[in-house]
């Protein structure tokens, strides 16, 4: 029986849920897949909390809600609100699909200039390419988790499989190795050379 991770899941703070979250499923119509790779974000100067805004609200106002923008007007992201009482929120940065994939390749490719099939570890290693193969757009913004997008306890990643970096395309706050990702996965977005564990 599924385990769906219930709101008071997402209470607690963000850069521990994002080691946390290595490993659950997570469903969205005839979609499925399993998070490879995360990213935290608090009160530090890379993060949308770092002042309060129309679109960074959610992010001061609610936990285990479901946070989705758009960067350079074209590309969603989605997100988890976290810390109660606080601010926090755990961007989702890649998936291994395991369900899906035909519907998952025919959003893909309807974004794309090529319309090459893209292989199975290419469908979802980026947080846009993520939203894209999964239809998550910002309908789904606002959203209790457990709403639409569910999120079911499956997989337990130990720390030791867990690698830490800095945050991918930020310009500050890099000296916080606050974006995770599960040792040797075809699936994340990118590798870097500034790993350390978890």
């Known amino acids: 029986m599924d385990n769906f991770l219930p709101r008071s899941y997402f209470a607690g703070d963000a850069v521990e849920l994002a080691k946390k979250l290595l490993g659950k499923k997570i469903i969205f119509g005839d979609c499925q897949g399993i998070i490879v790779e995360t990213e935290a974000y608090k009160r530090d100067p890379a993060s949308h909390a770092h002042k309060i805004t129309p679109r960074s609200k959610i992010m001061f106002e609610t936990y285990g809600y479901i946070y989705v923008y758009v960067i350079y007007g074209i590309y969603h992201c989605l997100n988890i609100t976290t810390n109660e009482g606080d601010v926090g929120a755990v961007l989702i940065r890649a998936i291994k699909p395991i369900s899906g994939f035909e519907l998952m390749q025919e959003r893909r490719i309807q974004k794309r200039k090529n319309k090459v099939k893209l292989k199975v570890k290419d469908l979802c290693n980026g947080p846009s390419k993520l939203c894209d193969a999964f239809g998550i757009t910002k309908k789904n913004n606002n959203q209790l988790v457990g709403e639409e997008i569910q999120i079911i306890d499956a997989l337990?990643?130990?720390?030791?499989?867990?690698?830490?970096?800095s945050r991918v395309g930020i310009k500050e706050g890099t000296d916080l190795l606050w974006r995770f990702y599960v040792k040797d996965n075809e699936y994340i977005s990118v590798f870097c050379k500034n790993e350390s564990r978890a």
């Open 156 to 165: 337990d990643i130990s720390l030791s499989k867990i690698h830490a970096t």
